[in-house]
């Protein structure tokens, strides 16, 4: 086999289980046991598909500590939401935050964050399909999340969570697959939880780059003051 055959083949195998990480269901034993074996190739995999979801999600993150923000980077607390092995957090770390923590369903994955030494904190066995209550409410500036609002990985419901643990006029970024809001209905969570007085999209990048032919919509969303009969 030639160098370029042999480069197509890779490619072909990176896509093949990009594919099939879809396909999961939402289910978390499949879910982590699909990531445990996959973890040691993850990024080679999406590397070759030119990923370009974190890179985004956390220019985005330092856009709006820059805009809306009201302390310096290096101090505003940011949780890295289904952070696998870590691409999101060395972007922000590169950018200059220092208080990421992280968390992740998957043990293999969350150990590959670990390592990359720019979390403050990684959780691994953390289901963002269900309540997330080790996490107190309001304790982040911001909460990112790349490619984990995914066809066959965590459910819109979910914003409702990130938005708990994301402190009034904080922000969640979290980036959408093209395949996943077809199907999902993101933003009619969205919609929902602002009628719910949750949050309000500030921004949304519609069809940016993400992994290979994927495109993904970046949104920025604001998490509103309680009413006050709400903070009873
Ligand atoms: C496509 S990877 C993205 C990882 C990382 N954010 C990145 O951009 O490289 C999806 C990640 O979501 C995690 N995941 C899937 N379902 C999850 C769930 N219900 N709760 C928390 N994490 C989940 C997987 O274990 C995996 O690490």
């Known amino acids: 086999m030639d160098t370029v055959d042999q480069h197509n083949a890779l490619r072909q195998a990176a896509q093949k289980r990009i594919k099939a990480s879809h396909a999961l269901g939402g289910d978390p034993d499949c879910l982590a046991q699909y990531y445990r ?9 999406v590397d070759r598909e030119c990923y ?24 505003t607390a940011i949780l890295d939401a289904g952070c696998g092995t870590g691409l999101v957090g060395i ?26 030494g720019v979390y403050r904190t990684v959780e691994d066995d953390v289901d963002l399909n269900r309540p997330i209550s080790d996490y107190s409410s309001a304790s982040y500036d911001m909460t ?54 949750v949050l309000t999209p500030e921004q949304c990048l519609n069809d940016g780059r993400f992994l290979g032919e994927e495109d993904a919509d970046y949104w920025t969303l604001r998490v509103l003051e309680k009413p006050a009969k709400q903070r009873l």
Not at 37 to 45: H, V
Not at 52 to 75: D, F, H, K, M
Not at 107 to 113: G, L, W
């Open 37 to 45: 074996e996959w973890a040691d190739s993850y990024e080679l995999d």
């Open 52 to 75: 370009c979801g974190p890179s985004i999600v956390a220019e985005l993150a330092g856009a709006v500590q820059a805009a809306y923000i009201g302390r310096e980077r290096a101090a």
């Open 91 to 116: 972007e922000l770390e590169h950018l200059g935050f220092r208080l990421i923590d992280g968390f992740d369903l998957s043990e293999a994955m969350a150990e590959m964050a670990r390592q990359t």
């Open 144 to 197: 990112v999340c790349c490619g984990i609002f995914t066809l066959g990985h965590v459910h819109p419901r979910a914003l409702r969570e990130l938005a708990r643990v994301t402190r009034p006029n904080g922000f969640v970024i979290a980036s959408t697959c093209k395949s996943y809001a077809g199907s999902m209905s993101f933003e009619d969570e969205v919609m929902c939880l602002q009628e719910a007085g």
